[in-house]
Nanobody
Framework: QVQLVDTGGGSVQAGGSLRLSCAAS????????VGWFRQAPGGRREGVAL????????YYADSVKGRFTISQDNAKNILYLQMNSLKPEDTAMYYC??????????????????????WGQGTQVTVSS
């Protein structure tokens, strides 16, 4: 069973930065797709940034490309999401997640959410204008 604990959310003004962290069980990064999802009130959970097993391939949603960076510290088993140039539309609950690939692919869309079988408890990010 993969254990995930995500932290680092908070309230910032537009243009500010936050870094989210997710502490994971050993071997999670070498075995599973890992990444960050977010869900705004009334919205669906969507993939924001993902890393493939082994860390060689990453994915970013178009809405965060150039602003967010996903990374992992394999020695500490911590997944990060550096968020810069934050916008009010980035306001959401953010979750780290882990799950197996599907046909060699780490699912990123709304339909792929059920593929992720382990979730952190979520951390709130609020961006004010």
């Amino acid at each position: 069973q993969v254990q995930l604990v995500d932290t680092g959310g908070g309230s910032v003004q537009a243009g500010g930065s936050l870094r989210l962290s997710c502490a994971a069980s050993r071997y999670t990064f070498s075995t599973y797709c890992v990444g960050w999802f977010r869900q705004a009130p009334g919205g669906r959970r969507e993939g924001v940034a993902l890393i493939y097993p082994g860390g060689g391939v990453t994915y970013y949603a178009d809405s965060v490309k150039g602003r967010f960076t996903i990374s992992q510290d394999n020695a500490k088993n911590i997944l990060y999401l550096q968020m810069n140039s934050l916008k009010p539309e980035d306001t959401a609950m953010y979750y780290c997640a882990a799950g197996p690939r599907s046909g060699g692919v780490c699912e990123s869309g709304v339909e792929g959410v059920p593929r992720y079988t382990s979730w952190g408890q979520g951390t709130q990010v609020t961006v004010s204008s």
